[in-house]
């Protein structure tokens, strides 16, 4: 048992040395340094963005701010960030991207919901036909004079990205060779669950910005046009960095004004 004589009358340097521990010293999800939250049902260690995520299923205590009891510092002292995330991601899809500090609010959303209700990355789900770069289903697309959000029928089959205006429609407006895609969640447009997907459409580069009524929706075609993508690239370049690497190491995705999209290089 943990002493009183250790942690004090109050408990608060208990827990406190706690969270200066290995691993409970950054931010279970984003990797934030010097989390001052705690999720006591979850035993992790979180900052104040990803808090605000786990309120919403799970009991969340300030480090420094609130009162601890005794068996609460020790449960908390038998869990841990390296000690969870050993069980809940131990099979994250190379498509899925883990919260970073200072992303979207979707992909910091959705991870947490996926990772601790959903348990989609305790074991492989590659039953779900997202992961494998199949999807369909409408999406709500800005129109080219940025004013009006219009509903169409995207197709994605593996290998190319359709999209009509109706879900019956024969004809595609676009068909776009998947290797020709990249995508990003970091959006500054006026919906919470947008995407930016960037093409190359008859020789030039273009951007279309979508989003889904859920964040769920939105993560799960983010998902699958990467799962495709690096398929795709990955059978014409067996040597090819997976795009988990490359977006998490070679390249970080900056938030920038409507139409714009760049990436910077970090080493």
Known sequence: ????????????????ALSKRKGNNICSECGEYDPEWASLDQGVFVCIHCSGVFRSFSRVKSVALDAWTPSEIEAMSESGNNKVNKVLEVSVPDCWVKPYPGCSEVIRREWILAKYKKKEFVQDQISYAYLRGVKEGWLFKLRKQGKNWQQRWFVLDG????FYHQQQDTAPK???????????????????NAMQIMARIN???RNMFVYAETGAEMMQWFCAIRAARQKVLK???PDWLSDKVRYSSITLCMRMPLGAFVYIHTG
Request: no cysteine; aromatic share 2%; glycine share 8%.
């Open 1 to 16: 048992m943990i002493s009183k004589g250790i942690f004090g009358e109050t408990n608060r340097a208990g827990i406190a």
């Open 159 to 162: 290998r190319s990205l359709r």
């Open 174 to 192: 676009h068909n776009i060779p998947i290797e020709r895609i990249n995508v990003t969640l970091e959006v500054a447009v006026d919906k919470s």
């Open 203 to 205: 020789g030039r580069t």
């Open 235 to 237: 059978e014409k370049h």
